[in-house]
């Protein structure tokens, strides 16, 4: 037997082997991960399918409970109202400020298709009565699509969004399930409270 002729064609082959190992090892492409936008909408049509494919049962009952969540978060408000009017030290024109806000945002909030079906509220009422005019109009231009998040989470049920504009965080909890987007300013020890948030969670694209 030719040994080094063996050997010789061994060689070779190992030489053609090396690159495509090298080629192999590097490492793969990191991937982007999802915009906020593409998650919410996601889950916003797959809530939406399965209610449409349902002619009976749970998810009939969930656009019940949907309907019925979002009467009781509209009431919840107008008892905050209703609290602020009989306290003394509490004037019409700060009220008035309070429901200009909320009104402002809620209607930022709806013109933008991701959210044209969604209820706002607060985990405390009295946000919407701090928003200072210049985060107002920060948020506004966002919900329009002229300005971007600081930070955008995925957890298993919902979608949590943080803007900053200067020295003011504004946080909203994006909840497709019961189309709920829940505020929240410069606290967000208030954030944690949420059974919702109380999941892993991988960071959203902000772009």
Known sequence: MNYTKYMGAFLTL????????AVQAKPAPKKEPVSWQAAVKKEN????????????GDDVGASVRRIALHAQEAKKLENFYARLRKDKRV?????????????ALQQAAAK????????????LPVDFCN?????????????AGQAAAAEARQYKKAVLLRLENRSSALW???????KMLTFNYNDPIDIDTLDILQTAWTPLSVR
Not at 14 to 21: D, I, R, S, T
Not at 172 to 178: G, L
């Open 112 to 123: 933008n298709p991701l959210f044209s079906h969604y209820a706002l509220t607060a985990l």
């Open 14 to 21: 190992a030489l053609l082997a090396a690159p495509l190992c």
């Open 131 to 143: 928003l200072a005019p210049e985060d107002l109009a920060y948020a506004k231009r966002f919900f």
């Open 45 to 56: 049509t797959r809530v939406n399918n399965r209610g449409a494919a349902s002619v009976l």
């Open 172 to 178: 909203f909890v994006v909840n497709p399930q019961d």
């Open 91 to 103: 004037t019409e024109r700060f009220i008035r400020q309070c429901r200009a806000n909320y009104q």
